[in-house]
């Protein structure tokens, strides 16, 4: 199996930095996107940032220009780096990364999601 550890989250005040980890391990073959989602009380889970296997990232509109995401592939990591923290950044963040892996039996290969349990971030105003 995969296991997907987020560190990093607390309790800030507004305008501060955090930076999120997310360290991958277990049973890694290929890892192609790595992202971090957000879910605050009430609301769905967004798509907070994304990076490609090559390096090509994106944002929510919301978080552009403040946060950046960054992997270090072979320490099999993602961040999120916060700046200008806002109330509304409150969530809980969960790291999601997507692999290939061989369909049993076959000689093709699917994508698989894994997640991990995330961690908090308060922002106060």
């Known amino acids: 199996q995969v296991q997907l550890v987020e560190s990093g989250g607390g309790r800030v005040s507004g305008g501060a930095s955090v930076t999120l980890s997310c360290v991958v391990s277990?049973?890694?073959?290929?890892?192609?996107?790595m992202s971090w989602y957000r879910q605050s009380a009430g609301r769905e889970r967004e798509l907070v940032a994304t990076?490609?296997?090559?390096?090509?990232?994106q944002y929510a509109d919301s978080v552009k220009g403040r946060f950046t995401i960054t992997r270090a592939s072979a320490e099999n990591t993602v961040y999120l780096q916060m700046d200008d923290v806002k109330p509304e950044d409150s969530a809980v963040y969960s790291c999601?990364?997507?692999?290939?892996?061989?369909?049993?039996?076959?000689?093709?290969?699917?994508?698989?999601?894994?997640w991990g349990k995330g961690t908090l971030v308060t922002v106060s105003s």
């Open positions: 999601n990364i997507e692999q290939t892996e061989l369909i049993p039996g076959t000689a093709f290969s699917e994508f698989v999601d894994y």
């Open positions: 277990g049973r890694i073959t290929k890892i192609h996107g």
């Open positions: 990076i490609s296997r090559g390096g090509t990232a």
